[in-house]
């Protein structure tokens, strides 16, 4: 599964000590590089496989704002719905908050002479999009992935001084994401 930094550190500071199992229901199976060629076009590919990017300005959905749901491109799951859409003048789709999503349960115990005697839990939602540092341009910036297929989106920005309820603007490749004209209610 494809899990936050800062989930991988937790994760990794308890099983120094502590035996885990991580409990995550994806149903994306991990796709090797001539399956996802298979599936995906070489610009597809490119963008969601390999973190390029669109030209500014070219992409479908810049300024498409029909109401619906918005979908990964490379595994289909939902990941915006159209009304955290807003026109950013970036010449890139803006969302300001992707679909919540699925749980992850990581269930720690510590054994001995194979008896569990100490465990807990930890829930992470994931979201339907994950965040991970980006320094590929020589400073950091956030970029923005599908939880569910690790597919590159594109990057997040956060107090550009937008007017939306999370002063956030998710900067997304249209090539990333295909379209559904459906309501939210059938996420």
């Not at 990964?72 to 159209?82: F, K, R």
């Not at 590159?152 to 004209?181: A, M, Q, W």
Request: aromatic content about 12%; some cysteine; hydrophobic content about 30%.
């Amino acid at each position: 599964p494809v899990l936050s930094s800062q989930v991988q550190q937790r994760i990794s500071f308890f099983s120094r000590n502590f035996t885990y199992s991580l409990t995550h229901h994806n149903t994306m199976a991990n796709k090797t590089e001539e399956e996802w060629r298979a599936v995906l076009s070489p610009e597809q590919f490119r963008i969601l496989r390999e973190k390029g990017t669109e030209i500014a300005g070219t992409g479908e959905y810049n300024h498409h704002f029909d109401k619906g749901v918005y979908r990964c491109a490379g595994c289909n799951v939902p990941l915006y719905i159209s009304d955290t859409k807003f026109d950013s003048g970036c010449g890139w789709p803006a969302f300001f908050e992707a679909v919540p999503g699925r749980r992850v349960c990581v269930n720690i115990y510590k054994t001995r002479k194979k008896l569990i005697y100490g465990a807990f839990s930890l829930i992470y939602d994931l979201g339907a999009v994950g965040r991970q540092p980006d320094h590929s341009r020589g400073f950091e910036r956030t970029e923005i992935i599908c939880n569910n297929c690790g597919g590159h989106l594109g990057h997040v920005f956060k107090g550009e001084g937008y007017k939306t309820p999370t002063d956030e603007r998710h900067c997304v490749n249209s090539i990333s994401i295909k379209f559904e004209d459906k309501q939210e209610e059938k996420l």
